[in-house]
């Protein structure tokens, strides 16, 4: 098992940036491929962000955060970041990690287990 828990969210200008951590106990990820997601009021949860395992040099992006978003992990500290530059309001939502469970799509919010109690980000206008 493992436990993740999300942090540094809050409430940013349009234009902003933030950088949420996701850091994990109970055991290492650092092989573990790693998500991001976020869930808006009303909306189901998608895929934002993902990076594999041990040096997380292979990424992956939602087209919406391409090029103003970027994954990171630092494996000493056993945690994961996602920095998040040009905020816009349509990025508002609850962020959350999760570990890879090795099979399917990154994309795939069924893809991944041991979720983050969430992290709340508004950005307004």
């Known amino acids: 098992q493992v436990q993740l828990v999300e942090s540094g969210g809050g409430l940013v200008q349009a234009g902003g940036s933030l950088r949420l951590s996701c850091a994990a106990s109970?055991?290492?990820?650092?092989?573990?491929?790693m998500g991001w997601f976020r869930q808006a009021a009303g909306k189901e949860r998608e895929f934002v962000a993902a990076?594999?395992?041990?040096?997380?040099?292979?990424?992956s992006y939602a087209d919406s955060v391409k090029g103003r978003f970027t994954i990171s992990r630092d494996n000493a500290k056993n945690t994961v970041y996602l920095q998040m530059n040009s905020l816009k309001p349509e990025d508002t939502a609850v962020y959350y990690c999760?570990?890879?469970?090795?099979?399917?799509?990154?994309?795939?919010?069924?893809?991944?287990?041991?979720w983050g109690q969430g992290t709340q980000v508004t950005v307004s206008a």
């Open positions: 999760a570990v890879y469970g090795g099979e399917g799509s990154w994309h795939d919010v069924s893809s991944f287990r041991f």
């Open positions: 109970g055991r290492t990820i650092r092989s573990d491929a």
């Open positions: 990076s594999n395992g041990w040096s997380g040099a292979i990424t």
